[in-house]
């Protein structure tokens, strides 16, 4: 069955780093595109960025333009959220997502088919 597995999550102070990953399985990887979101308290899910298949292409929200960088690894099946600067509003759930094509609306959830359970981010201040 199809598995998404988010990790890296963590408790870090303002302007520190973490890295996320999240290993695929279930599914062809290397033919759908990767978004990352993420959800506050509260708050509804919120796009972060999304990669194509074959990594060229990318596009972020500009809450984290310059201080987020996806990447992905289509031999390991796992896609990374290098996270630089962190700050307090970083604070949320962070889930990744794939969706078959990179075109189109990134930001709407109802668009990616598959979802993993989601990795805590803590930004102290």
């Known amino acids: 069955q199809v598995q998404l597995v988010e990790s890296g999550g963590g408790l870090v102070q303002a302007g520190g780093s973490l890295r996320l990953s999240c290993a695929a399985s279930g599914f062809t990887f290397s033919t759908y595109a990767m978004g990352w979101f993420r959800q506050a308290p509260g708050k509804e899910r919120e796009f972060v960025v999304i990669?194509?298949?074959?990594?060229?292409?990318?596009y972020y929200a500009d809450s984290v333009r310059g201080r987020f960088t996806i990447s992905r690894d289509n031999v390991q099946n796992t896609v990374y959220l290098q996270m630089n600067s962190l700050k307090p509003e970083d604070t949320a759930v962070y889930y990744c997502?794939?969706?078959?094509?990179?075109?189109?609306?990134?930001?709407?959830?109802?668009?990616?088919?598959?979802w993993g359970q989601g990795t805590q981010v803590t930004v102290s201040s």
């Open positions: 990669i194509n298949w074959s990594g060229g292409s990318t």
């Open positions: 997502g794939a969706r078959p094509y990179f075109g189109g609306i990134h930001s709407d959830p109802a668009k990616y088919n598959y």
